[in-house]
């Protein structure tokens, strides 16, 4: 049964596994996160160790190979978020959420996975927590980009209630003359001497001391000088644990229905910025659309002028015979079959004479009908300048129907675009409410530079260009959600138009 004794956890009593409570604990549990490579598995075995009474002459290593990914020790060696139980000798069980390393140098996407898998753990599994314990290196002055975006990353999907029970474990630090570290560079959240702690992990310089008694090279002399380190490290690490259980015992356990309720807004707002991404992809393919239907446009109004004249009126002065209602004697040179003869002894003649116009008899005639002069209009139609008129006027008629349509589903898609807005806007200010990172954009500011950081080592390490170019499009897309939470926290549509890479 578990110790009722109103005292606390003791390097001494630690030796033998014993965990004290002055709340008479029976269970604990902790989620145990951090960036690739900061050991959290070795803390496992040594929890492990350390609760079943063992020392490091009779340490084992405790993790599950199946969840194991390798790859190397950038790539998380953890594969999906498990759930590890120890008992301390006195009965306290202990349960770790093992969770995935995040920072994980596969991608965001691959981190996208890992929360998944903790969040769905948390969800089937776990109704309340102890403590959040975040391992960080030590060794480093201030957090680096990886660590700061694991931080970031753990800090969006862990609600304001854990604000309290979130611990901070410097990994590698051999004393606390060595650490070196600005506070400055960490959350507000975790800026406090009474959740941080430091550990150089003594199961690494055992697995170490026991690698070279394999080898069989090293002198006893050596070997028991290392084993004596060893020891050494083991007594530090057990006076860190105690201070970690006897902080741990004095917290309130907290529901975690709010870790997974966090997730699913996260994964709502990822949603809502991708639906717009693809309106703003769609306005950017419409807007080309109709610049080229307006280019349609002018360029039948300019062949419509080309051939605007495609008929050619010419108008002609002609002489005609026009009716009367009298007699006429009229001069025309027309060779006509009648005989002019009896025009011989007309008053108007003399002699055979034209009193008027001097012409012979013979040269008029004798009719109901003037000689006037008309004006006459004749149109001359090119046909294939008629036909290209035509065609450019029909197909101008088409492209301003086509304008009309393409604007129409413009304004529709501004419509969308400007409700998605609001809505990532809404859903973030809800996020920010609960999450103890406070800004969903911070987050994602944060992936940009992980992305950027990773992609300079790539090409410094003249990595293949298929996986610089994918890390780059990975890079490009991390932007464009950027800009769409930017907008929607200015909720203007006009923002995000000025600050895209698509051109609408």
Request: proline content about 3%.
């Amino acid at each position: 049964m578990p110790n009722s004794q109103p005292h606390s956890s003791t390097v001494e009593s630690l030796s033998r596994g014993i965990i004290k409570s002055k709340r008479n604990a029976t269970e604990y549990i902790i989620l145990l996160v951090g960036e690739t490579g900061t050991g959290k598995t070795s803390l496992l075995s040594l929890l492990a160790n350390t609760l079943a009474g063992r020392s490091p002459r009779d340490y084992h290593l405790v993790h599950d190979p199946k969840n194991e990914a390798g790859g190397g020790n950038k790539h998380s060696q953890t594969n999906t978020a498990k759930i590890y139980e120890f008992y301390s000798t006195n009965g306290i069980r202990v349960r770790i959420l093992d969770t995935p390393g995040l920072a994980d140098t596969r991608g965001i996407q691959q981190d996208e996975r890992h929360k998944v898998s903790i969040a769905t753990t948390i969800e089937n599994n776990i109704t309340s927590v102890n403590a959040v314990i975040i391992l960080a290196n030590g060794t480093v002055p201030r957090l680096r980009v990886a660590t700061d975006y694991a931080l970031s990353a753990l800090s969006a999907i862990f609600p304001r209630s854990l604000a309290n029970n979130i611990g901070l474990l410097f990994t590698n630090v051999s004393s606390p003359l060595s650490w070196n570290f600005d506070q400055n560079s960490l959350p507000d959240v975790l800026r406090s001497s009474d959740n941080q702690f430091l550990m150089d992990n003594p199961v690494a310089m055992w697995k170490k001391l026991e690698e070279m008694r394999q080898t069989g090279t090293f002198s006893e002399k050596v070997l028991m000088q290392l084993d004596s380190a060893v020891q050494d490290g083991y007594k530090k690490a057990l006076e860190v644990l105690a201070d970690i259980l006897n902080w741990l015992d004095g917290l309130t356990p907290q529901a975690t229905k709010e870790i997974y309720t966090l997730y699913q807004q996260s994964q709502q707002i990822d949603q809502s910025i991708d639906n717009a991404l693809s309106r703003v992809a769609q306005l950017a393919d419409m807007k080309k659309q109709l610049e080229t239907v307006i280019s349609s446009v002018e360029g039948a109004k300019h062949t419509m002028k080309q051939f605007q004249n495609f008929k050619r009126i010419t108008t002609l002065n002609t002489w005609v015979q026009s009716p009367t209602y009298g007699h006429n004697i009229l001069y025309c040179s027309l060779d006509f079959a009648l005989d002019p003869s009896a025009l011989f002894f007309c008053g108007v003649m003399t002699g055979g004479i034209c009193n008027k116009c001097g012409h012979s008899y013979l040269d008029h005639r004798h009719y109901n009908a003037e000689w006037t002069q008309q004006t006459e209009t004749q149109t001359q139609v090119d046909a294939d300048a008629e036909r290209k008129y035509k065609d450019a006027e029909n197909n101008k008629a088409k492209q301003e129907q086509l304008k009309i349509a393409v604007n129409g589903e413009i304004s529709r898609l501004d419509k969308e675009l400007d409700s998605l807005l609001i809505l990532v806007g809404n859903l973030s200010q809800s996020y920010a409410k609960l999450s103890l990172s406070g800004s969903f954009a911070g987050q994602v500011r944060k992936s940009v530079r992980l992305i950027e950081t990773n992609l300079e080592a790539m090409r410094n390490s003249k990595a293949d260009p298929k996986s610089i170019e994918k890390m780059e499009r990975s890079l490009e897309n991390m932007k464009e959600k950027l800009r769409i939470i930017e907008a929607a926290g200015t909720k203007s549509r006009s923002y995000l138009i000025e600050n895209t890479n698509y051109e609408i």
